[in-house]
Every structure is written in structure tokens, then in C-alpha cells.
């Protein structure tokens, strides 16, 4: 397991940027699938973005391709959320997740490590 801290949330008008970063400990970081997903007041947790190692694919839901990016630095064991073009429906509280299930799930339960969480706020 890796213990995940996010970072970066904030409040930001409809079509602003905001980059989300998450750190995490433990030495076995590069190892992980890493992904955020996030929550909405009243919705289910949601998959938003997800990226693999040491093969560097990436994955997004349908509402946020093209405007969402997700990187990593395995030497500074970050996993980054570089999010563009904010819409009033972005707003939730996003989370960091980590798993070794190497497929690259987006289901919830399939992810052990799991940050505290961050607010994002879009206004219109």
C-alpha cells in the first residue's frame, strides 16, 4: 500500500485551469496503476483519469478527454492532474487512488490506496 496526500484544489470560474497533484510514500510507487476519480455531493465516487507504468498509457472518461491530463513523476513519486477548460459540472472533491491490478481499472473497488481528498470548485 502507498499513503496518497492530494493537493492543488481550489476555486476556479467556468473555463479556468487548475493542476492537482498527489504525493506519495512508499518505495514501491512505480509499481502502482495510478488514477484520480472524484465525487459529486450526492453522486457516486466517479473514475476521471487513470495511468499505467512502466508502459506510459492513459485513460479518461468520455466527460473529461481532451481537457484533462494525467502525468507522473516516479522520481518524485507524484501522480499530477493537469485539468483545463473547468465546467460548473467538474465541481466534486477529487481523489487520488493508487492499485496493482496492472488492467488499469475504473472501478473503486479495485483501487487499496486512496488519498484524503481535494476540493474543486467551478463557478459559472
Known amino acids: 500500500q502507498v499513503w496518497l496526500v492530494e493537493s492543488g484544489g481550489g476555486s476556479v470560474q467556468a473555463g479556468g485551469s487548475l493542476r492537482l497533484s498527489c504525493a506519495a510514500s512508499?518505495?514501491?510507487?512505480?509499481?502502482?496503476?495510478m488514477a484520480w476519480f472524484r465525487q459529486a455531493p450526492g453522486k457516486e465516487r466517479e473514475f476521471v483519469a487513470a495511468?499505467?507504468?512502466?508502459?506510459?498509457?492513459?485513460y479518461y472518461a468520455d466527460s473529461v478527454k481532451g481537457r484533462f491530463t494525467i502525468s507522473r513523476d516516479n522520481a518524485k513519486n507524484t501522480v499530477y492532474l493537469q485539468m483545463n477548460s473547468l465546467k460548473p459540472e467538474d465541481t466534486a472533491v477529487y481523489y487520488c487512488?493508487?492499485?496493482?491490478?496492472?488492467?488499469?481499472?475504473?472501478?473503486?473497488?479495485?483501487?487499496?490506496?486512496w488519498g484524503q481528498g481535494t476540493q474543486v470548485t467551478v463557478s459559472s
Open positions: 512508499g518505495r514501491t510507487f512505480s509499481s502502482y496503476v
Open positions: 495511468i499505467s507504468w512502466p508502459i506510459i498509457s492513459t
Open positions: 487512488a493508487g492499485t496493482r491490478v496492472t488492467t488499469v481499472p475504473r472501478s473503486t473497488l479495485l483501487y487499496d490506496s
